[in-house]
């Protein structure tokens, strides 16, 4: 069994899904009850939504072993991390997690980069 070209169609079929999903759900029920809106209202209930996000991100698309690059990102999203969580307890709002997602990302690129080979396309 082709075990790449198994997970690329994998990904392109649950893609497709989640797509089909919300254009149904928009026609039908409206915006409150799309996938995207929901995960927007668990990310400010549960900040770690949109950490993890970031995280998953950096490893898929941040390629890399680069150890100063490691070093400056671990410190970026240190920096990005505290400013928050200082303004969080300073400034009676709800922040935005893209603050969260981007810290996130920083620190998947620092906990699992990946290493980039040559791919021949989908199939």
Request: aromatic content about 16%; hydrophobic content about 55%.
């Amino acid at each position: 069994m082709n075990w790449p070209y198994c997970t690329r169609l994998f990904i392109v079929l649950v893609t497709l899904f989640v797509a089909f999903f919300d254009i149904i759900v928009v026609t039908f029920i409206g915006s409150d009850a799309t996938i995207s809106h929901q995960l927007m209202l668990w990310s400010y209930k549960y900040p770690v939504i949109p950490l993890f996000a970031g995280g998953l991100l950096a490893h898929f698309f941040w390629t890399g072993k680069a150890i100063s690059s490691r070093l400056v990102s671990l410190s970026l999203a240190s920096a990005v991390l505290l400013i928050t969580g200082i303004a969080g307890y300073v400034f009676p709002l709800n922040l935005n997690p893209v603050w969260l997602c981007c810290a996130g990302f920083l620190l998947g690129r620092f906990f699992v980069p990946q290493t980039k080979k040559k791919e021949r396309g989908l199939c």
